[in-house]
């Protein structure tokens, strides 16, 4: 980078430890507001570029669609903020312009690939690809989002890869490193990172850091005597020489593994937060979120037979493939539609349910497939505040505006009756079938009656999840990720009437930590909607009513 485009970086203390310390294994476990892809893995990627020209790296997704609206747009947005320049320094998914220097092992195609101005590069690894990282060679790999990957295949189709250049770079202590990037998991299955614990050495760490320490003092005596003209000494140079060396050494074998509670960003954050955070979030939500403590699902939850089975991913990897290619993804990732997915039967209608209120409104939408005992929950979304339910219905038309069959069948209970406390003054019922008339989609509603009291829905949802009722529901990851959350942090409340879904946090104010899409407006939609295909199953060939007054 030119001298006159380089700007202060702030860095907190968690995020300066980390590129300090340049372990070749670092494995961090953090909260929200640590700033794990901004400031953690783009320097890392960064300072493999920089330092390693001309060699190959690969940054790991758990799918391609998660890659392209969460991992590349942070890496790409700090780098840009950092004065490097798209076109300039760095390319995206096409061929590297001219004055970028060639690779040491040229890749045979662009597409899946960051090109950095001195040759070296990074593959896009997603998960749904498979054999993505099939014959590649890897001089680095960072991995994103940890608690969604596979292990299985991590271990068996990328980490063979990295075997880097030792030729080239063999003696460098970042070659052949790996950064592990995770929320605290919440399953076992995606808990596989958190052995790094056992395997990192703190005397090793402290090592490191000792000798860092001592690199400053050696440079600051070095400023200080050049600053009064006076030459430093071949023994200070000498010293600072083997002190190079030996850090280089003890970071090639260093693992460093921390886990981090947004506590440690308490000078940006404040001591207020932590305050309002503890009295506004239930304990779960507090000691995940906010401590990063190891919890699991709670057995007594109100969802407590989820697990990691009941999640898929279904991205379409051709559509994605081509979007990528042609940019178009930058411009907005939140802009992807239907054909990103390939789990939708596109003949077939769609199932929906809704939840609705006055600051947050929410739809779940699940297509059954009841040969395979299977409820796929394909996509889940919501408005605040002043969008409203009109707004929700637009944007369910729009995602799914390539869908073959525009057709719905809408699941609501008495609450859809009415109420009409989101929408002005007509009932939900109402407002949902004539939104989608507007839209030239056709309704079929079903009416479920008055809602199902607590106790009776737990036990119905729970024994679909154990896949003891006519239909197991499954959730596409990428597109419920607020409502996989919601779910895995719902808790029973228990009273003089017996038990119920714990609904408190409903009235709460929101906050960046306690967000209201992630409270239990949107697990009742779902409930709704397993509700009604579970119990009252429609015909995917029966005919299409057209929507008018229910």
Known sequence: MR???????????????????????????????????????????????????????????????????????????????????????????????????????????????IHFCNGSFAYILSQDLPFSANSLTLSSLLIDEARFIDYAKLKNETIPALGGIKSYFGSRSYWNSMMVLSDMPQTQ???WFLNYREKSDPELIEAIEAIICEQFNIEQRIRKMKE???????????????????????????????????????????????????????????QTSILCRRLGIAKDGFYSNLREQHKYDADDIAFLDELFIQNDWKQDPEALDSRSDSDVVPYAPICIALDYGANINCLVAGQ?????????????????????????????CRYYSFHQRKHVVFYFDATARGSN??????????????RFARNGW??????????????????????????????????????????IFALQAA????????????????????????????????????????????????????????????
């Open 421 to 434: 406390y989101a929408v002005n003054d007509i009932d939900f019922q109402k407002v949902v079938a004539d």
């Open 228 to 286: 009064k003209g006076i030459a430093p000494p071949a023994y200070l140079r000498k010293y600072r020489r083997s002190l190079d060396r030996d850090l280089n050494r003890l970071r090639s074998r260093a693992v460093l593994y921390c886990e981090y509670s947004s506590i440690e960003n308490i000078q940006l954050l404040g001591e207020d937060y932590i305050r309002n955070m503890k009295r506004d979030l239930t304990p779960k939500t507090f």
């Open 189 to 191: 299955k995606g808990s």
């Open 442 to 483: 056709s309704v079929e509603p079903v009416y479920l009656g008055a809602p199902m009291k607590h106790n009776e829905k737990h036990l119905l949802i729970n024994q679909g999840l154990a896949g003891r009722n006519r239909l197991t529901p499954f959730f596409n990851r990428a597109n419920n990720e607020d409502l």
């Open 368 to 396: 059954p497939d009841p040969d395979n005992g299977r409820l796929n929950v394909i996509k889940s979304m919501f408005v605040k505040y002043e969008r409203k339910l009109p707004e929700l219905i637009d944007d369910f």
């Open 491 to 550: 808790e029973i409340e228990r009273g003089r009437n017996g038990f119920r879904k714990d609904k408190s946090r409903e009235k709460k104010p929101e906050s960046e930590e306690d967000l209201l899409e992630r409270r239990t407006d949107i697990t009742d939609a779902f409930d709704s909607l397993y509700i009604g295909c579970e119990r009252f199953p429609r015909d995917a060939s029966a005919p299409i009513f057209m929507p008018g007054i229910m």
């Open 3 to 113: 001298p006159d485009v380089m700007n202060k970086v702030y860095f907190n203390d968690v995020q300066r430890r980390v590129q300090l310390v340049g372990a070749r294994t670092s494995v961090i476990v953090a909260g929200r507001r640590t700033g794990k892809t901004d400031s953690i893995a783009s320097p890392f990627l960064l300072r493999n570029f920089q330092r390693m020209p001309g060699a190959g790296n690969g940054i790991v997704v758990p799918t391609f669609k998660h890659g392209l609206t969460n991992t590349i747009p942070g890496i790409l947005a700090a780098w840009r903020r950092w004065g490097y320049l798209e076109g300039i320094h760095f390319v995206v998914g096409r061929r590297p312009p001219k004055h970028f220097k060639e690779p040491i092992i040229k890749p045979q195609k662009n597409d899946h690939i």
